[in-house]
């Protein structure tokens, strides 16, 4: 009887997944699924938490990051007995046909220690390696693959990320080696990757000669492991002592691996030392990074350090502009509009929002795109906006940052070390929550038109003033968690 109702269970979860499957080729689109979702399977499920297989730690850590929100949201809906959702490495599985290993002679290669052959690599990236790295194959081992549509033309540059972008350009295009490191930071989905493979691109179309290499620091931990494991250190430091620019990204993921990071540290210096260009990446700024040796912080502030700032307004109008005509579809400006006002927290958000809406007009209303569909199908995700952050929790936080007391951030004070603090709430009660501007004024006993001037104020500062800039990034991040 038991196993009857656990077979049973089986059966919806796995209607339900495959149901699943299909919403998300239609959110994605076909590429994305087929490298990144196509891969996973349903494990086990018991007491409302489901395990998902993934087959790479990589992989695991992009799902993480791009795709397991979204799939725990869709779940949920289905199906509220979900709970949680875990992805699981689980390098292969022989009952598992949706991984493609359908070649006998892969079944050989794959051992349960994973190795670069068998590090799983997303369809339309191995195309690209093969045209792209044909010369230098065994660069095309070392480098991880590059999405062919991060480049500097789909880029949209604002005030956030000017400065970033117009680094990241310079070092792609400039003979000498002009800074050293560069080193990009940012909060997540803000573009750091992209750039990264911008500039990959761009050497490659300029000088195909010359070898870069772009990896993430996972990557790099485990071809470091790898070769300690296979006793193989000197051709792992050989590879990279051949490189012409190198590139490490999420160097965040360093932290506490003392080993890997005396290792990247040695392959850094020599990198620089030969005049080689080494651009890396983090979620913080070197100095904040947590659980990184102090010397080699202070290296890798010792090129450009360029940080990408949360978009403004007009730079997410132009992402959504463009990222609208690629698709073909025309979008309304008051759609744009009310994407741009709402969808704050970053690109990669901004983005599956907009794919989410032209999936549902393409595929199933068939219709042009309109505010009160576009509210309609996101209505979950803002509601979900609403709830994570409140204004009286953004005026509490705000006030803790700054020393002062809520009352004196509601009060006519105006004095600056007061009237600042204000501003920055009110701008972030507009980011951060749905609430319209008259809503944020009352909160603040104070009318729409202060609310709207103190939001344009502080999105004027954001970029210029850099401490101003570092307290909003450090309140966003505290209240988005
Ligand atoms: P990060 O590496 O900082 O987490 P990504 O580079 O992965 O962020 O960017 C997330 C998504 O947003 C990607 O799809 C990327 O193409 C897109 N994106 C980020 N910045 C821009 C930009 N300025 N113009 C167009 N697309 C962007
Ligand atoms: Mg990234």
New binding site residues.
Partial sequence: MAEEAINKDNAIISDEWNQICNQLKTEFGETAYDSWLKPLSIGSYSSGVMNICVPTPFMKNWVLTHYADRIHKIWERRNPDIKKINFIVQSFNLGNSSFRATDSSLLKKISSTPTPQNLYMPEFEKASNSNNYGAHDSFAQLSAPLNP??TFD????GQT?EFAAAAAKKVATSKNVSFNPLFLY?G???????LMHAIAWEIKKNDPKRNVIYLSAEQFLFKFVKALRYKDMSAFKEQFRAVDVLMVDDVQFMSNKESTQEEFFYTFNSLIGEGRQVILSADKSPTDLEGIETRLKSRLSGGLVADIHPTDFNLRMG?LH?KAKQMGVELPEKVAEFLAEKITSN??EL?GSLRRIVAHSQLLSKSEITLDMTQDILKDMLRSIDRKTTIDEIQKKVAEYFNISVKELQSSRRARTVARPRQIAMYLAKQLTSRSLPEIGRKFDRDHTTVMHAVRKVEDLIGTDSSLTESVNALRRSLEN
Avoid at 154 to 157: D, E, N, R
């Fill in positions: 549509a991060y789909s880029f949209v540059v990320n940012s997540v989905g803000l573009g750091k990757t992209h992402i463009s690109i990669r983005e």
